[in-house]
């Protein structure tokens, strides 16, 4: 993999390099998951499952690997609390973040053998598995649509010793979001020894089955320190890329946990593109600098909408967004069809022309327009009618073919300026 910086280039495998640096914190070199056959230039993307079935999973491998994607991201594995006849919906409860037993991998997605089938065909298809990991709380003791609850007594390796004392979440006291108990769910004390074992016994599991990586579930309601000083340094060990859940708007708090030693998700990016960007009555300008992409692109996980947030009003085009830019993007299989021909086209742009530092061409309320230096340079259009817009490249003289097939192609002239038009809420991905 080549990483293109504005004075020159450096070689390495970001791979590698992330799951080198554990403890050393992201910050200090800085690396986003790719999978050891991407593309020269550019890395793919993670398709996240949820609510599927290991072997329903399986199933698709075939296709979300010929997709273009380098991962896929599956729910927890663990036995927990609720299954599908307590559901109202496809997210209402979310089933698997309720555990009961980190050491009992039969779960309401399938048996364990079945999981280590999935991640072995995973790999036969050059796809790593991220797994989701429940590591701030256990399940909960409530009436549920008739579930039974969970008390202190049916936790086989956990006492009432093990948890914090029981209160809600006062979300302006940092220690309240840390140790406070998330919708009444038992929030284990990450600072007894016991408990980081019985955690630490959890991800070797993950790791005995052959996963390549562990997404930190609701990260931001345990300790930074858990992180930097223990978990994000088993997961060194074993060779686990990771990426903290950090639901959080400010790029400042979510560098805290990126600090750490992990990725993080980029919910600041997330927020600006729904809330801001990417409706009828959006402004494109606010994609300049947002997110914690602009701050840090080597640890931060990308997405347009997942298990808890909804996409925005133009869905599709945010993709074409985060597809292209830089990040490491994630695609919610909820939404998304493993199959959608307008992902695996955008998808084949990330692995082969989406090198190199962004730098934004022009930004007004209807247009965004960006090139990843030397290699690709995107329009993306919000408003409700063709838009047209000369900007500058770093190309002189070049035919510039549209790899989207929105539009024509175009060439620059010889001060590096080139007009491009961009259909309505669509986009446009040139390159040589």
Same mark, same amino acid.
């Given at each position: 993999?080549?990483?293109?910086?504005?004075?020159?280039?450096?070689?390495?495998?970001r791979r590698d390099v992330l799951k080198g640096m554990g403890a050393l914190g992201a910050a200090a070199t800085g690396a986003s998951l790719t999978t050891? $056959?991407?593309?020269?230039?550019?890395? $793919?993307?993670?398709?996240?499952?949820?609510?599927?079935?290991?072997?329903?999973? !399986?199933? =698709? &491998?075939?296709?979300? @690997? @010929?997709?273009?994607?380098?991962?896929?991201?599956?729910?927890? @594995?663990?036995?927990?609390?609720?299954?599908? +006849?307590?559901?109202?919906?496809?997210?209402?409860?979310?089933?698997?973040?309720?555990?009961?037993?980190?050491?009992?991998?039969? +779960?309401?997605?399938g048996t364990e053998s079945e999981y280590q089938a999935m991640v072995d065909e995973a790999h036969n298809q050059g796809l790593d598995v991220i797994a989701d990991a429940v590591i701030n709380h256990m399940a909960a003791d409530d009436d549920f649509r008739g579930a039974p609850g969970i008390t202190f007594d049916d936790l086989p390796y956990f006492s009432e010793q093990d948890f914090h004392p029981e209160s809600e979440i006062d979300y302006s006291d940092p220690e309240s979001v840390e140790n406070g108990w998330l919708v009444g769910l038992k929030d284990l004390k990450q600072e007894s020894s016991y408990v980081r074992g019985q955690i630490q016994d959890y991800v070797q599991k993950y790791a005995n089955l052959g996963v390549d990586g562990i997404r930190w579930d609701?990260?931001?309601?345990?300790?930074?320190?858990?992180? +930097?000083d223990y978990a994000n340094q088993w997961a060194d060990n074993l060779g686990l890329y990771t990426v903290g859940e950090v639901l959080q708007g400010g790029v400042d708090y979510c560098q805290g946990y990126a600090d750490t030693g992990m990725s993080v998700t980029d919910y600041p990016l997330y927020y600006t593109m729904k809330e801001d960007v990417f409706h009828q009555d959006g402004d494109m300008t606010a994609l300049d600098g947002a997110g914690l992409v602009n701050q840090s692109p080597y640890q931060s996980l990308t997405f347009v909408s997942n298990h808890d947030s909804g996409p925005p009003q133009y869905e599709k085009l945010a993709y074409a967004y985060i597809l292209t830019y830089e990040g490491y993007p994630r695609v919610y299989s909820n939404h998304i069809a493993v199959d959608d021909g307008d992902i695996?086209?955008? &998808?084949?742009?990330? =692995?082969?022309? @989406?090198?190199?530092?962004?730098?934004? !061409?022009?930004?007004?309320?209807? &247009?965004?327009?960006?090139?990843?230096?030397?290699?690709?340079?995107?329009?993306? =259009?919000?408003?409700?009618?063709?838009? +047209?817009?000369?900007?500058?490249?770093?190309?002189?003289?070049?035919? &510039?073919?549209?790899?989207s097939g929105n539009s024509g192609d175009v060439t620059t002239n010889s001060d590096g300026w080139v007009q491009i038009s961009i259909p309505p809420q669509g986009w446009v991905c040139y390159a040589p």
């Open positions: 993999m080549t990483r293109h910086f504005a004075g020159g280039s450096e070689d390495f495998s050891g $056959s991407a593309q020269a230039v550019g890395s $793919s993307a993670v398709y996240q499952y949820y609510h599927t079935d290991w072997n329903q999973v !399986r199933s =698709n &491998l075939s296709t979300v @690997a @010929a997709q273009g994607y380098d991962a896929i991201q599956v729910p927890p @594995a663990q036995y927990s609390r609720l299954d599908r +006849s307590h559901q109202q919906g496809v997210t209402d409860p979310p089933l698997g973040y309720q555990p009961v037993d980190f050491k009992n991998f039969d +779960s309401v997605f609701a990260a931001k309601h345990v300790p930074e320190w858990f992180f +930097s695996q086209n955008l &998808l084949w742009i990330k =692995n082969n022309l @989406a090198g190199g530092t962004a730098y934004q !061409r022009h930004a007004d309320q209807n &247009l965004y327009i960006f090139e990843r230096q030397n290699n690709l340079l995107v329009g993306l =259009n919000r408003s409700g009618s063709w838009q +047209s817009k000369w900007v500058y490249t770093t190309w002189t003289n070049q035919a &510039l073919n549209d790899y």
